[in-house]
């Protein structure tokens, strides 16, 4: 497992207080339009230990400050798919 899937899977575990297991990667891309919105790849994590959710979708982004920032957002309706994570995340602002 790579340094940055380590981090948000550490991430994750530390938001949702859950234990968390790696079980892919999908690139993203996001489009309203013509224009692409947001371009990335999430990562997907089997929770165990949460009372509600039993997958995560998850990234990190650079913002102003030198550390990384981290997403997760829970497969709960509406959320069901890496491309619905990203839809809801960007829909409440979270990040570009």
Known sequence: MSKRIENIRLAVQAMHRCL???ESSAPIIEMFGKNQVWEGVVEIFSLVGHPKAKRCYAWDFADDSS???YIAVLELPPVHSPHTAVRAAI???EQK
């Open 91 to 93: 829909a409440i602002g």
């Open 67 to 69: 550390k990384p920032r």
């Open 20 to 22: 968390a297991k790696h």
